[in-house]
T-cell receptor
Framework: DGGITQSPKYLFRKEGQNVTLSCEQNLNHDAMYWYRQDPGQGLRLIYYSQIVNDFQKGDIAEGYSVSREKKESFPLTVTSAQKNPTAFYLC????????????FGSGTRLTVV | GENVEQHPSTLSVQEGDSAVIKCTYSDSASNYFPWYKQELGKGPQLIIDIRSNVGEKKDQRIAVTLNKTAKHFSLHITETQPEDSAVYFCAASRKTGRRALTFGSGTRLQVQP
C-alpha cells in the first residue's frame, strides 16, 4: 500500500543538539510539506517542496532546515537555533503542490529534555 | 498571507445532536477549503472539501457550506456519534502563488453517549 512514513514516532533531544526527523513517501507525489502542531495553534507550515532539489520557507522556518535530494524523501532538521522545539511534527505530500489531496504521516513527537 | 480563524475551540454535544464548526479566511484569492479530522496520536485525514464555485456540499452526515462574500465556511455534522469525537481542522489554499494549505487552530469535538 502507498503511504507516507514518519520516523521515529517519539524523539527526545537535549538542549543544544540538532536532530533530524525522517519523512518518506511511496505515493510518487511531487510536493511535500512539514507542519508543526502545538496545542491550540493548529498546524503551522515550516517548509515545503514542490519538486526535487527545490524548497521554500513557510511561516515558521527559523531554526529549521530541510533537503529534497530524492522525490521520496523530505527530512527536517531541528537545529539548536530553534528556541522552543517541543511539538508534534507532521509531514504531508500531494501530487501537484496545491491544497488538494494531502496525505499526512502519523507524526513525530519531539521533546526537549 | 492567508489567515484562517476557527471557532469554537472546544464543542461538547449529546449523541444524536448536530455539531457546527465555523471558519473565516482573509485571502480573497483562496479557492479551496478542506476539513480534516485528527484522532489522538495520528495525522489528520480529509473528511470533506469544497471549492469556491460551490456553495454547499454534503456527504452522508457531514456537510460544508461556503459564503465567499463573507469569507466564511462551516462544517455541519448531523446525528453525531461517539466515534465523531476528535479534533477537526479547517484549511484554505489559493490557486496561485503559495498554494500550501493554511490551517485553522482546531476544534475538539466531544460527543457524549
Amino acid at each position: 500500500d502507498g503511504g507516507i512514513t514518519q520516523s521515529p514516532k517519539y524523539l527526545f533531544r537535549k538542549e543544544g543538539q540538532n536532530v533530524t526527523l525522517s519523512c518518506e513517501q511511496n505515493l510518487n507525489h511531487d510536493a511535500m510539506y512539514w507542519y508543526r502542531q502545538d496545542p491550540g495553534q493548529g498546524l503551522r507550515l515550516i517548509y515545503y517542496s514542490q519538486i526535487v532539489n527545490d524548497f521554500q520557507k513557510g511561516d515558521i522556518a527559523e531554526g529549521y532546515s530541510v533537503s529534497r535530494e530524492k522525490k521520496e524523501s523530505f527530512p527536517l532538521t531541528v537545529t539548536s537555533a530553534q528556541k522552543n522545539p517541543t511539538a508534534f511534527y507532521l509531514c504531508a505530500s500531494n501530487q501537484e503542490g496545491t491544497g488538494y489531496g494531502y496525505t499526512f504521516g502519523s507524526g513525530t513527537r519531539l521533546t526537549v529534555v | 498571507g492567508e489567515n484562517v480563524e476557527q471557532h469554537p475551540s472546544t464543542l461538547s454535544v449529546q449523541e444524536g445532536d448536530s455539531a457546527v464548526i465555523k471558519c473565516t479566511y482573509s485571502d480573497s484569492a483562496s479557492n479551496y477549503f478542506p476539513w480534516y479530522k485528527q484522532e489522538l496520536g495520528k495525522g489528520p485525514q480529509l473528511i470533506i472539501d469544497i471549492r469556491s464555485n460551490v456553495g454547499e456540499k454534503k456527504d452522508q452526515r457531514i456537510a460544508v457550506t461556503l459564503n465567499k462574500t463573507a469569507k466564511h465556511f462551516s462544517l455541519h455534522i448531523t446525528e453525531t456519534q461517539p466515534e465523531d469525537s476528535a479534533v477537526y481542522f479547517c484549511a484554505a489554499s489559493r490557486k496561485t502563488g503559495r498554494r500550501a494549505l493554511t490551517f485553522g487552530s482546531g476544534t475538539r469535538l466531544q460527543v457524549q453517549p
